[in-house]
């Protein structure tokens, strides 16, 4: 099996329509606003459907994601390995497989999630952002950028909707959300822990790595949507964040990057 395959080879039926990270944000509010694949008007209702086909596919692409790095990097201190940088411990890889079947179940439930709420398999766009920071060639990044930016995302997303379904009486929303929640602080915790561990000789490819971190984050903020404000769409959730090996001088980082954005939106040009 060859290693290091390209987002556009992933393996899909005929129902889902992949949009790049490069094509998304080159035109952002274009693509949002045709981000119905049939080009109908979205509403509010359908901008709940919209979020959970993006957790759909998110979940997707990061079970392929998990099990990349379970096989594209040789096993430190394995014949073969020799000196490569790029090798990694086996404990990684157990992590990593670990991780892929919490995300194979993510998958089965979030298409129920769906069914639940209406949405239809490939009524929106599928962005393959998760998958492309999946890729980067060094396994560090790829924690960095999938296990701690966007499954750290996944975090304030999953508490976030799991209060919604607690506030609207939908123990369906409400029950599915938090067991997924409980894993994505496993993940997230997993990306904490290998990052340092794997560079703790190596102080400045953990800053890159933490680097790429920050510009996977800056790329989800949705305009300031996410933070700690009362009226965030998206809360910042803190205590599942600093379970998951994040400082708190790290959330507030974020917390600072949502209120950077948010001002920048809300002052007139
Ligand atoms: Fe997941
Ligand atoms: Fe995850």
Not at 38 to 44: E, L, N
Not at 146 to 158: H, S, T
Not at 179 to 190: F, G, Q, R, S
């Amino acid at each position: 099996m060859r290693r290091h395959i390209d987002p556009s080879e992933l393996a899909r039926d005929d129902r889902f329509n992949r949009v790049s990270t490069e094509m998304r944000f080159s035109d952002q509010r274009q693509v949002e606003q045709n981000n119905r694949i049939d080009g109908s008007a979205i509403d509010v209702h359908d901008r709940a459907r919209r979020l959970m086909h993006g957790i759909f596919v998110g979940e997707i692409q990061a079970l392929e994601g998990a099990g990349r790095t379970c096989f594209d990097f040789p096993v430190a201190g394995e014949n073969g390995a020799g000196a490569d940088p790029m090798a990694v411990p086996f404990a990684l890889k157990l992590d990593m497989a670990r991780q892929c079947w919490d995300e194979a179940r993510h998958c089965e439930i979030s298409v129920k999630l769906g069914d639940h709420m209406g949405m239809d398999i490939g009524e929106f766009f599928e962005s393959t952002t998760l998958f492309e920071a999946a890729c980067h060639a060094d396994p560090v990044f790829r924690l960095a950028g999938v296990n701690r930016a966007l499954e750290g995302l996944a975090i304030d997303v999953f508490n976030s909707m799991k209060e919604f379904g607690a506030a609207m009486t939908d123990p369906v929303l409400e029950f599915c959300e938090d067991w997924m929640l409980a894993d994505e602080v496993t993940h997230v915790k997993m990306g904490s822990t290998w990052l340092r561990e794997v560079t703790k000789t190596d102080k400045e490819r953990q800053a890159r790595a933490l680097e790429f971190q920050k510009v996977v984050d800056g790329l989800f903020n949705f305009r300031g949507q996410r933070g700690e404000d009362a009226d965030s769409s998206i809360r910042l959730a803190r205590k599942f964040r600093e379970m998951a090996g994040f400082t708190s001088s790290e959330v507030d980082v974020i917390a600072e990057m949502s209120r950077q954005s948010r001002a920048e939106v809300l002052t007139p040009v």
